[in-house]
């Protein structure tokens, strides 16, 4: 496990801000993709481990997409995470494609 830095958290809660306005918001399926992102902030912010983000999104069927996200963000700040940026998981609107 390698802990992330204040510094690359602080960046990487700076990237996903940004990209908030330009990610899908919602998807084909009909999940709330600006929550999802929001959740990965929070869990950022706070230094939430997995035990906090069960705590925080514990409505089972409706929570679980977020509470997946949320883990994700764990996974990253525990460097566990496949994802070098956690913004590479969401989908970015067709003008803001590269």
Known sequence: MNMKTRDQVDGQVKLLKE????IVPVSIFGT????????????LEKGMDNDDVW????????????RSSAEEAVAWLEGESENENLVDG???QEAHRA
Do not use: G, S, T, Y
């Not at 709330?32 to 869990?43: C, F, K, M, S, W």
């Not at 705590?55 to 977020?66: C, G, L, P, S, T």
């Open 19 to 22: 990209a908030r306005d330009k």
């Open 32 to 43: 709330d993709n600006l929550e999802l992102l929001d959740a990965q902030v929070r869990v």
């Open 55 to 66: 705590n925080h999104w514990d409505r089972d069927e409706e929570d679980m997409d977020v």
């Open 90 to 92: 969401f989908v970015m």
